[in-house]
């Protein structure tokens, strides 16, 4: 993972010799499946009038809730016991994409873009608690998220990044994004999430979306 981060840095670099690369850096909150945030930057490398290469690295924070509940009864006397998890783990996010600029909305000195292209990321640490309610008693513990007890079974992800930005002035960015990884990363802890990530394996994978804001130089 170090060497890949180093080689796309030595990239970056290198392209800061053209004049005509745009470096950004953004920031933003998104869903990924709940709420948490994500920080980074981009160079944008230009290669004809409306195209361009992207590449970007971010830290990315996944967070995963999930919650169980369920109720009986015992000599006449109703019990209600639940279990929630809660988890978030640091995601190094490469994306190199393709920039397409779309000419017939752009104004003088602004334009919109959109970015598509595959990512690769791995997961640095994080940790979550599991907080666990029986007969009125409450019990919470903490555990490392890539750990047996945490939610996350993978450290490396890989998907695909679609973004679409509007940059004003050629100053302030303004966007949103999409991203949809095609490795299996999370497993739930209860017997009905187990059942529910069998049919739906979405469930089961990144799907991250939220918007940016940001500032080009």
């Not at 004809?48 to 169980?68: A, D």
């Not at 994409?97 to 994080?126: F, M």
Request: overall charge positive; charged content about 20%; hydrophobic content about 35%.
């Amino acid at each position: 993972m170090k060497k890949v981060i180093i080689a796309l840095l030595m990239v970056m670099a290198t392209t800061a010799m053209n004049s005509q690369t745009r470096f950004s850096v953004e920031a933003g909150p998104q869903i990924s499946p709940d709420f948490s945030w994500r920080i980074g930057g981009n160079a944008d490398i230009p290669i004809s009038s409306r195209l361009s290469v992207v590449p970007g690295l971010y830290l990315s924070n996944r967070h995963r809730v999930t919650k169980e509940t369920y109720s009986y009864e015992d000599n006449e006397t109703r019990y209600t016991n639940s279990k929630e998890s809660s988890f978030r783990a640091n995601y190094i996010t490469l994306p190199l994409r393709l920039g397409i600029r779309i000419g017939r909305l752009n104004a003088v000195n602004s334009k919109w873009q959109i970015l598509i292209g595959p990512y690769i990321a791995y997961g640095t640490n994080g940790n979550g608690t599991i907080t666990e309610t029986k007969n009125g008693i409450r019990n919470k513990i903490k555990y490392d998220s890539f750990e047996n007890n945490g939610m996350f079974k993978s450290r490396w992800d890989y998907g695909f990044d679609s973004e679409i930005q509007y940059t004003y002035k050629n100053k302030i960015k303004l966007g949103a994004f999409v991203e949809s990884g095609f490795k299996k990363l999370y497993q739930s802890d209860n017997d009905l999430g187990k059942v529910v990530d069998e049919l739906f394996k979405i469930n089961t994978v990144n799907i991250s979306a939220g918007i940016i804001v940001g500032y080009q130089f």
